[in-house]
């Protein structure tokens, strides 16, 4: 199957869940929680029901890993990545900062990702090799190569409060050395604005493949670059990332280096 048959139907199924999510914001969220502070509320599972069920449907012998669900594995070579809603504390708070993630892997990398902002109306999407866009209009990564003129984005994991591995001096080190930092808690979303130059930087700890599958091909299409904090490769199994534009990588990297110590 082809790529561009691939991405209609992520772009189809992010669309439709975000219409979910569109139709209960802003009504009171019956919220449940899946440990102290990580929670779903029941249109994260709407949403969900609604992609897994079309994925099944069309692909029943595809792999699913998906955040509020057990992982199905498959032999078949693909295997779809779903977060039905990256946002979920933003959500159930009314804050408007929240999308629905979906992309496909085919033996391993992923091939065609979507990440839909319904309160925006905003669908980024990427093809590998095919490149990045918003809306269907072409994006690439911004050109600001100066880390002190740079817009930066990060995120803090739910076990913030109690975990040594929480993030505070990096985000110390970048407020003293970015022009600022954004944390707006959708981590698909932050790789969305950094591939069409709305942010310059970008990093986080403990993320998931969930929020990362969707985010990184379209920042990579755009031009973007990833690593994980430490400079290594990344993959979406990774936990920690480190992206940018490319230009202001290095720098980042330094910063991050540094505060270490």
């Not at 969305?192 to 990362?212: I, N, V």
């Amino acid at each position: 199957m082809g790529n561009r048959e691939l991405l209609e139907f992520v772009e189809e199924l992010a669309r439709g869940g975000g219409g979910i999510l569109r139709k209960s914001y802003g009504r009171r969220q019956t919220i449940h929680f899946k440990g102290e502070i990580n929670l779903v509320t029941d249109v994260d599972r709407e949403s969900e029901g609604y992609i897994l069920g079309r994925i099944r449907e069309r692909f029943p012998d595809h792999g699913l890993l998906s955040e509020e669900s057990p992982e199905r594995r498959s032999p078949s070579p693909y295997r779809w990545i779903v977060d039905p809603l990256d946002g979920t504390t933003n959500y159930a708070h009314g804050y408007p900062c929240f999308c629905v993630s979906v992309a496909v892997e085919h033996e391993g990398a992923v091939v065609a990702g979507a990440v839909y902002d319904p309160l925006l109306d905003e669908s980024f999407t990427a093809t590998r090799g095919g490149g990045a866009f918003r809306n269907g209009e072409r994006i690439a990564v911004s050109k600001i190569a100066d880390l002190r003129k740079s817009l930066l984005a990060t995120g803090f994991a739910y076990d913030v409060k109690t975990s040594t591995d929480d993030n505070f001096d990096y985000f110390r080190a970048f407020v003293l050395t970015g022009q600022a930092i954004r944390r707006d808690g959708s981590a698909a979303l932050d790789l969305c604005y950094l591939a069409c130059g709305r942010f310059d930087g970008f990093w986080e700890l403990k993320l998931k493949p969930w929020d990362t599958a969707a985010g990184l091909l379209v920042l990579h299409e755009a031009g973007g670059v990833s690593t994980r904090l430490d400079g290594g490769s990344y993959d979406i199994h990774q936990p920690d990332l480190l992206a940018s534009n490319g230009l202001i990588h290095a720098q980042m990297a330094e910063v991050l280096r540094k505060a270490k110590k």
